[in-house]
DNA sequence: ATATGTGAATAGGTTCACAGCC
DNA sequence: GGCTGTGAACCTATTCACATAT
């Protein structure tokens, strides 16, 4: 499957996926294989990230330099899936540095003028919970509608706003569950 | 609602849930409220930490201590949901310690051991992709029935082991997607 | 023969509408 | 009046069964 062709009917048992639900995902946005064959790769591969909007690396900046902000900034997953951490930003710039990260730390008030230049439209929230509601106002309002937030609240935003929740304890209570025999 | 009772039909607005929703949730387990005057606050959240198995302190390990693994150390959000990280492990064992954390970092040798003994059933797992299947096989043979994995992969585990993926890369392309205008 | 594409059938989850209780 | 509890109605997502193309 490296290049060439992939098999909807052979490939989903790596993926756990049942054949015809990645058939039918793929109907909802047109017709991409050849019956008998299988699908192209490349081809395939550009719509979906067309689809994403990856296909053009998206700048996203991230707001909250403590220990998950860094670790972020520091994991380098995400250029390859088509987004780059333009920036980050935070309160304190003291003791930021004992990483090396390649990623510019700016202070927050600098945070309204590049998003607006840079026409940033996706953050990542790793702040403290109590100020996280304070600060996805001043996002919202600088002109950002997708955020990831990782703060265990939920954040009240406009409609034309997407947030999408990481909550590492909620994860942890799942398995919990679901473990318990 | 800090105690005393709380009101499925005027709360939900805050946690963008309807009351319906909320209620018929609830049903699944048993009935908890009392009509005309709404859910005891104390009673609930008992039930609620039973059923999640978080009533009692659960002893979690975490795997590899890179980046994320670090950050996911110094985040003392786990204890207030029920879960303690006992301990950490890792293959190299130097530098980890540039970060004061009360958590202690063992080898991976001594994994089977102290996972037996202390009878621990929950692994979060934030190693490189490379090794995380591998790695995920000896943590299931040592008796581990539930696993946060970080690595963006689909990890291989007998039916009886429940694994709960935290995907960044993805989160962002779903925000990416539903961005477009 | 093999694999895709898709309407029909099924399963799963949410909302409605209202009965029951305070 | 208030709010919970719940079958019925509704909506969404997955699976089936098979027509279609190579």
Redo the contacts with the bound molecule.
Sequence with gaps: MASGR??????PARAR???????????YF??????????DVEQLSKMISDLLGTTSLQPVILVGVGNLGLALLSYRGFEQEGFEIVAAFDINLERKRNKDIPTPIHSMERLPEFVRERGVKMAILTVPTPVAQEITNTLVDCGITGILNFAPIVLHVPEDVMVNNVNLAIELENLSYFIQQ
């Design positions: 992939f098999r909807a009917k052979l490939w996926v049942k054949s015809t639900q990645l058939r039918k995902d793929l109907t047109g017709q991409f294989g050849t019956r008998g064959l299988g699908y």
